[in-house]
Every structure is written in structure tokens, then in C-alpha cells.
């Protein structure tokens, strides 16, 4: 197991934002404890946020892949402060060929990434199930919900997420809730929704949510329990 130094002084240094999205991100690892099979593919992985996250609750064989240099290059003092090799972090131009062998991880996260992938994403999605071994999971969680008609992520506008890009991209710089000078495809206004993720694939099992009432009356019903949560949590399992 790799040794890891405790990641409260290097959370101290980042912006409050960054802060609330590390420590939302540590409760919500916590939560999927028993989904957690190494090693794990923090997918999207910007400068290490969920990497170090992942280390905080327990899981100490995890990789990062991002496709902004940038981004990784400024992650690498604090993954070197926590004791993680600058390895474990890489910088990979187009996530849709991964630098890992077939059925090589046990669990693949895409933690508030895929809303900021332009549709189409099979190409992103098919290759995160190309890495995940038989009977591991990809857990795909923070990003919104495009089935829903409110933007919960961007614009906080009703109806964008169900607009063609071009129409929600005037639609929300006429609202004055966009720069038109700031990238709209990358900004994560439309999310995911659950076809559109299990489109691509083949041999899933859906692990559903039943934290509450409504996610255990929706699979009984034969419904994705979180077909109407703002920001759901799928989990689908590789047979």
C-alpha cells in the first residue's frame, strides 16, 4: 500500500470552491465503500482532486488520466506533497484510447467529467468499459442530469438542457448567464442520461440506488432508481 500524508494542509492551500468539491467528494467515496475494487481509474482526473480523495477513504491504488496538460502539471506539487508518485497522474491528449491494457481496472470513476465531454461521448464510454475487469464497476457520479429541464450545472436556466447547443448557447448569453467570449461545448451545461450512458455498452447490470423511498419504489417498478435525480449516481456493473 502506498503511503499517504495527511491532505489537510494541502486542502487548506486551494480556493473555498475547491475545498467544498474535495470535502463533497471525500463523503460521497465514503458512501460507495463497498463498490470500490482496485485499482481504480479516477477518469478525467484534472489536477488530482478525487485522487486525493480516493487516497483519503482508503483506496490506495488509483490513476488519473486528463487530457489538459496544464491541469496535471498543476496537480503534481500536491500529489508530491501527499506522497503519491507524479506516475499516478497522466497526461493523455484523447481519453478515448487509454494507455492501460483490457479489463485492467476494478472500479472506473468519471467524477464531474462527462457533462464536459461535447456529445457524442460512446467513443469516451465505450473505452472506460474496455479498462474495467468483468465484474467491476463504473461509477459515474457529479454530473448532472439531462433529462431534467433545469441547468442545474451552468446557466441555472430553465429549459437549456433540452436545447440544441447553438439555441441554449444564445439562449443563455441573452439571459446574461454566459460570456460569449467563455467555451460553451466544454462548459458542462448539458449532463448525461442514463441511455445515452448504457447505449454503448454490453453486459451491464445497473446497481441501483435505495437510499430513499422513491429510488426503492422506481426499481421495483422496473425503473433506473435515479432516472430523476439533479445530480444521480450510476453505478453499473461489468458481467
Not at 503519491?84 to 481496472?105: K, W
Not at 454530473?143 to 442545474?152: A, H, I, Q, S, V
Request: with cysteine.
Amino acid at each position: 500500500m502506498q503511503a499517504v500524508s495527511d491532505t489537510t494542509s494541502i486542502v487548506a492551500r486551494w480556493s473555498p470552491t475547491a475545498q467544498g468539491r474535495y470535502h463533497t467528494a471525500v463523503r460521497e467515496f465514503r458512501a460507495l465503500a463497498h463498490l470500490w475494487r482496485e485499482p481504480v481509474l479516477d477518469f478525467g482526473s484534472s489536477g488530482g482532486l478525487s485522487l486525493l480523495a480516493l487516497h483519503a477513504v482508503g483506496v490506495s491504488d488509483c490513476w488519473g488520466v486528463e487530457p489538459e496538460r496544464a491541469r496535471v502539471e498543476g496537480g503534481l506539487p500536491n500529489l508530491r506533497d501527499a506522497g503519491i508518485a507524479a506516475e499516478r497522474l497522466q497526461h493523455v491528449p484523447d481519453t478515448r484510447v487509454l494507455p492501460f491494457p483490457a479489463a485492467y481496472f476494478g472500479t472506473v470513476l468519471a467524477n464531474a467529467v462527462l457533462e464536459h465531454i461535447p456529445q457524442p461521448r460512446e467513443a469516451y464510454i465505450r473505452e472506460l468499459w474496455r479498462v474495467l475487469a468483468p465484474g467491476g464497476h463504473l461509477i459515474v457520479a457529479e454530473t448532472p442530469n439531462k433529462y431534467l429541464p433545469l441547468d442545474y450545472h451552468t446557466t441555472n436556466l430553465w429549459g437549456v438542457p433540452w436545447l440544441p447547443t447553438a439555441w441554449a448557447r444564445r439562449y443563455a448569453i441573452w439571459r446574461g448567464r454566459y460570456s460569449p467570449t467563455r467555451d460553451w461545448e466544454h462548459s458542462g451545461w448539458r449532463g448525461i442520461g442514463y441511455w445515452e450512458l448504457v447505449a454503448p455498452l454490453t453486459d451491464y447490470e445497473l446497481i441501483p440506488e435505495h437510499s430513499v423511498p422513491r429510488h426503492r419504489l422506481l426499481t421495483a417498478l422496473g425503473i433506473p432508481a435515479s432516472i430523476f435525480d439533479p445530480y444521480p449516481c450510476w453505478v453499473l456493473r461489468k458481467v
